[in-house]
């Protein structure tokens, strides 16, 4: 039984992705076709390590904010996060990718599921992009990485001016370390 498990951790180890690139300004006026406002009593907030404490998550905030970059959230009235973004710059390192063909790469977007297919992904993503800091934008080019059974992300990602360039595959394990999860991925792909 013990063998049956370690292979099934193995096998589960192994990923796959699609790797899609878009233009930053092609991204933001189609995107912003779609737009549609944010549910009543929502608000749009950047996450930083100064006010993570403020809101109520059922996902790790500090993980978001590890990565050099953006965190995004759509918090409700109660303060509960129900949704939220983020991504790092050229030159930082996501979990898999080294950041160097892009300006900003879109590393996750979650939605809590009381709240999927009401735009609020695009809101997300809009927002981030347009809120990018415009001393680390070189040449308007963001990049993402998105799993190929995750069909609605990858109608999402298209349909705002995202386009699939390769499939990358990549061995990855988490295990728990010092109190605290580290990953363990390779190979490490560029972005």
Partial sequence: MKIKKILGRIKHAFRNYFVFY???????????KVLRPLPEG??????TKENMDCYKCQWNVAQMLSA???????????????AWHYGTYRGGNSMFFDVENCDFEHIEIMVDERYRRKGIGTYLL??????????????NK??????????????Q???????????????????????????????????
């Avoid at 809009?126 to 040449?139: E, F, G, S």
């Fill in 126 to 139: 809009y927002h981030t992009v347009k809120n990018l800091n415009p001393d680390k934008i070189k040449n």
């Fill in 42 to 47: 929502c608000e749009l907030v950047r996450l």
């Fill in 142 to 155: 963001l990049g993402t990485c998105i799993r190929p059974d995750n069909i609605p992300s990858i109608k």
């Fill in 22 to 32: 878009a233009d930053s300004k092609e991204l933001l006026d189609k995107a912003q």
């Fill in 157 to 191: 990602h298209e349909l705002i001016g995202f386009k699939k360039t390769r499939r990358v595959i990549l061995f990855h394990m988490t295990r728990m370390k010092d109190g605290k999860f580290k990953n363990v991925n390779f190979p490490r792909y560029t972005i």
């Fill in 68 to 82: 050099n970059g953006e965190a995004w959230a759509i918090v409700e009235n109660n303060k509960e996060i129900i």
